[in-house]
Nanobody
Framework: QVQLVESGGGLVQAGGSLRLSCAAS????????MGWFRQAPGKEREFVAA????????NYADSVKGRFTISGDNDKNTVYLQMNSLKPEDTAVYYC?????????WGQGTQVTVSA
């Protein structure tokens, strides 16, 4: 089992920045990638960004490319999402996810609200 705890959400004005953190615990040695997803009210959960835990390669949704940066600290078993130039349409609950060879794990989510 892997447990994930997100932090860092909040309220910010458009154009501002936030950094989300996600700390993993448990069978962290089995993780091979981690990522962020988001879900806005009335919409389906969507992919935001991911990072390989072995090679460090990253992947982003087109909607956040150039504005968001995902990074990881293997020693701390923590993944970060630096969000710059935030827009009202970025408002959502952001979920951290971890993938192992057996299962996907999810955090409880953290609210990000961007005011116009």
């Amino acid at each position: 089992q892997v447990q994930l705890v997100e932090s860092g959400g909040g309220l910010v004005q458009a154009g501002g920045s936030l950094r989300l953190s996600c700390a993993a615990s448990g069978r962290t040695f089995s993780i091979y990638s981690m990522g962020w997803f988001r879900q806005a009210p009335g919409k389906e959960r969507e992919f935001v960004a991911a990072i390989s835990w072995t090679g460090g390669s990253t992947n982003y949704a087109d909607s956040v490319k150039g504005r968001f940066t995902i990074s990881g600290d293997n020693d701390k078993n923590t993944v970060y999402l630096q969000m710059n130039s935030l827009k009202p349409e970025d408002t959502a609950v952001y979920y951290c996810a971890a993938r192992t060879n057996k299962s996907d794990y999810w955090g409880q989510g953290t609210q990000v609200t961007v005011s116009a």
